[in-house]
């Protein structure tokens, strides 16, 4: 089973970016479809992006995410990336990375199989 680690949450001020990084250990990172899923408070857990393992289709945004966010994966250092750019106070949240055995990137977090353990984002003047 693959284990992942999110890191790279902050605070940083409307406008500004973000890096968030998952590191897969246990099996590489291509093996798998990645997803990136945020809860803000008093919310329930939303779809953010979706990355498939053989890169044949996608990846995929949550549609008023898109052009702000781009979901990459970096096979040397076995990581998935989530990079955000034009940040909002609406993009806070606790963003959670996720993987799911098979080629095929889903929006649904059912489907995944391993998440893991959420990193803070807030944005805030």
């Known amino acids: 089973q693959v284990r992942l680690v999110e890191s790279g949450g902050g605070l940083v001020r409307p406008g500004e970016s973000l890096r968030l990084s998952c590191a897969f250990s246990?099996?590489?990172?291509?093996?798998?479809?990645g997803g990136w899923f945020r809860q803000a408070p008093g919310k329930e857990r939303e779809a953010v992006a979706c990355?498939?393992?053989?890169?044949?289709?996608?990846?995929f945004y949550e549609k008023s995410l898109e052009g702000r966010f781009t979901v990459s994966r970096d096979m040397a250092e076995n990581t998935m990336y989530l990079q955000m750019s034009s940040l909002k106070s609406e993009d806070t949240g606790i963003y959670y990375c996720?993987?799911?055995?098979?080629?095929?990137?889903?929006?649904?977090?059912?489907?995944?199989?391993?998440w893991g353990q959420g990193t803070q984002v807030t944005v805030s003047s």
């Open positions: 996720a993987a799911r055995s098979g080629q095929l990137c889903s929006m649904k977090e059912e489907l995944y199989d391993s």
């Open positions: 990355i498939s393992a053989d890169d044949e289709e996608g990846p």
């Open positions: 246990g099996l590489p990172v291509d093996r798998f479809a």
